[in-house]
């Protein structure tokens, strides 16, 4: 069963940078952030292979870092130069193995990020 706790979000004023973290525990492969903004759907943020290799939404391209650290099974989400419409709630993602052997898709808590204008 994995387990997915996350740290860091929080106020921020516009331009300014956060840092969230999640470790989880089990076997895991992809993991990621979405987010989900008040009214909206949740929506991918980004995403890192086992392997390292990053997809990001259009609109953090530039802006966002995903990282991960597979000794540590950490993955660390660097905002930097936010936004008023990045404030949502942060959930880190993990594709890994649970009951019977079989992958699921596992949450984080979320974490509330909020940049003011």
């Known amino acids: 069963q994995v387990q997915l706790v996350e740290s860091g979000g929080g106020l921020v004023q516009a331009g300014g940078s956060l840092r969230l973290s999640c470790a989880a525990s089990g076997i895991i492969f992809n993991m990621g952030w979405y987010r989900q903004a008040p009214g909206k759907q949740r929506e991918l943020v980004a995403i890192?292979?086992?392997?390292?290799?990053?997809n990001y939404a259009d609109s953090v391209k530039g802006r966002f870092t995903c990282s991960r650290d597979n000794a540590k099974n950490t993955v660390t989400l660097q905002m930097n130069s936010l936004k008023p419409e990045d404030t949502a709630v942060y959930y880190c993602?993990?594709?890994?193995?649970?009951?019977?052997?079989?992958?699921?898709?596992?949450w984080g808590q979320g974490t509330q990020v909020t940049v003011s204008s």
């Open positions: 993602y993990a594709r890994g193995v649970g009951p019977g052997g079989r992958e699921y898709d596992y």
């Open positions: 890192i292979s086992t392997g390292g290799t990053t």
